[in-house]
Structure formats: C-alpha cells, structure tokens
C-alpha cells in the first residue's frame, strides 16, 4: 500500500507510559511538561492512569493532574485503567476517554494487573458499560501482542480473541502494542493485516518501544497496512514496569522527522516535539534515547 499523501494522528503518552517507570517527579514538573507537549499541536494526549499508587507510584497524583486538563479544550486526553474501580475514578476526576489494557500473554497480564488474559478480557464488558453510561469512550488496548518477556511469543489467535470480545462488547477504539519493543516490520503486517478484516470501521491504533532499534521501522509498516494512529513519547521517554528489558517509547520527534519526510501528514511541529523532549530530559534527569534530541533536524531554519 502506498502511504505518502494519508495523515497519521499522533498520540503523545510521555505523561503516562513515558514516566510509569520513573521515579515520581512533582506534579509542578508534569505540568511543565504538559504545556511543552500542547505547544507541538498535538491533538490527543495521553494524560495519566488511574492505577493503584502502591504499583505505580509515579501516577499517584492522577487526579491531580486531571483537575489541570480543562486548561488545553482543544486536546483530547485519556487515562489508562486496569479495572471497573479505575474507570470510575478516571470518570469522576474528568477523563472522557478510557483505555483499557489487555495483555494477550498470561504471565504479563498477571505481572501487570494480578489476573489471566480471560478474566481481563472479561473485564472488557464492564468497562465499556460503564463508560458509555457516562458518554465516555474506551480503547482496548492489547499489550504483549507480538511477544512476552515470559511467555515469549504471542500466538495471533490470543489477539484476534481479545479483538472480537472488544468488538462484541462496544469498544470505541483499538490498538495493539509491542510491550517489549521486539516486533519488526514483516511481524507487525502480518498481525495488522490479521486484525483489519475483523473489526470493520473501528480505528486502530499501534504501539511501539525502540527496545532493540526497530520501533520506527515497525511504525511505518503498521501505517503501510492501513493503521493511522500512532502512540509515541517526547525523548523516547518511556517503558513497562512489569516487563523486564522493556525500554525506550519511539519518540515522538524522530517519528515526526520519518513521516513528514514519507510525505504523510502529521499534527505535530516538529521543532516544538524537540523542545518538549528537552523538557522531558530535565525533568527525569538523565538522558533519553532520542535520535532528533541528539542530532536535530536535518532541515536548518
């Protein structure tokens, strides 16, 4: 499938996957960031999780930064949920979208949440209902959908089910993601061209980590088969807590610089995306993994 000429809509998750895996760092420094992440353009943003605070600690103050969203009308946020009790809370404090993640291997969907891949996705049902009672929308999420850091890798009949039981129950979006960051650009076809064909006119969306460097590769190949809407973080800024070697969202940046360069269309300004990820930088304290932080673009203004 050719791609120049489409549009990707791009996801910002470094407020959420990004510093699930940080040390906490003061909600005064989320905010900071935040506005650095609006000045790109982005439309949607993934704001934070309402998860328990004693297994991700660096999202306690969830609600918190929720109260601070009505500042940005013009970006959709979300929130991530791991249960009916978080979607309430997500609800209360103001979200209008949820996501809800499924891993597709048992042994992480217990690291990750305490239960099997079945009773997760029997979950679906559930959250789906209580958002849609409060004019809310959900996103399924299913992670570990090329491979698992325990299981390793992930039959595509385990994502196709969590698939058809999203669908059945009502979800409003999809998306599968690469958790570990191992997929590269033949696996990720093969399973996206596996997905299309079931879910009719519902969006799909991808996840990439650049773990073992092939995160940006894997991106285009999911938007070559027909996915357009891509999650990334400022400065690679990111990982999973419960998956050992998990490391390094795609940037947003470096995923600006390769499709606006393929010539597809994207809402993100590029420039400011380097900036926000300088922000990011300073925030956690350390470096980040970047490409664009390192070398800038390569058109000078």
């Keep these: 499938m050719?791609?120049?000429?489409?549009?990707v809509t791009i996801r910002e998750v470094a407020l959420r996957d990004g510093l699930q895996i940080e040390d906490p760092i003061p909600l005064s420094a989320k905010?900071?960031?935040?506005?650095?992440?609006?000045a790109t353009g982005v439309r949607e943003?993934?704001?934070?999780?309402?998860?328990?605070?004693?297994?991700?600690?660096?999202?306690?103050?969830?609600?918190?930064l929720a109260a601070c969203l009505s500042d940005y009308p013009d970006i959709e946020f979300s929130a991530l949920v791991a249960s009916p009790n978080g979607a309430n809370r997500a609800i209360?404090?103001?979200?209008?979208?949820?996501e809800y993640v499924v891993s597709a291997a048992d042994a992480h969907s217990r690291a990750n949440v305490g239960r099997g891949t079945a009773e997760a996705t029997?979950?679906?049902?559930?959250?789906?209902?209580?958002?849609?009672?409060?004019?809310?929308s959900v996103e399924v999420i299913i992670a570990t959908a090329w491979d698992c850091p325990f299981d390793g890798p992930t039959p595509p009949q385990r994502v196709l089910d969590i698939v058809d039981a999203a669908c059945e129950s009502g979800a409003d979006r999809l998306a599968i993601a690469d958790t570990i960051g191992t997929t590269t650009p033949g696996r990720v076809t093969s399973l996206v061209n596996q997905v299309i064909p079931r879910i009719g006119t519902l969006p799909l969306g991808a996840h990439f980590h650049n773990t073992r460097g092939a995160g940006l590769a894997s991106a285009y190949a999911a938007v070559?088969?027909?996915?357009?809407?891509?999650?990334?973080?400022?400065?690679?800024?990111?990982?999973?807590?419960?998956a050992p070697g998990?490391?390094?969202?795609?940037?947003?940046?470096d995923l600006v610089?390769?499709?606006?360069?393929?010539?597809?269309?994207?809402?993100?300004?590029?420039?400011?995306?380097?900036?926000?990820a300088t922000v990011a930088q300073a925030a956690v304290g350390h470096d980040l993994p970047s490409a664009l932080l390192r070398a800038g673009d390569r058109i000078l203004n």
């Design 2 to 7: 050719s791609v120049p000429g489409e549009h």
């Design 31 to 38: 905010l900071e960031l935040l506005a650095a992440i609006a």
């Design 45 to 64: 943003v993934e704001a934070t999780a309402f998860v328990s605070p004693s297994k991700v600690p660096a999202l306690a103050d969830a609600a918190e």
């Design 92 to 98: 209360a404090a103001g979200l209008r979208s949820l």
């Design 122 to 136: 029997a979950q679906i049902a559930d959250i789906v209902a209580i958002a849609h009672d409060s004019g809310v």
């Design 224 to 242: 070559a088969a027909g996915v357009r809407r891509l999650d990334s973080s400022v400065g690679g800024l990111g990982g999973c807590p419960f």
């Design 246 to 253: 998990a490391s390094g969202n795609i940037a947003t940046e």
């Design 257 to 276: 610089y390769l499709l606006r360069d393929s010539g597809i269309g994207v809402d993100v300004d590029l420039d400011a995306a380097i900036r926000a």
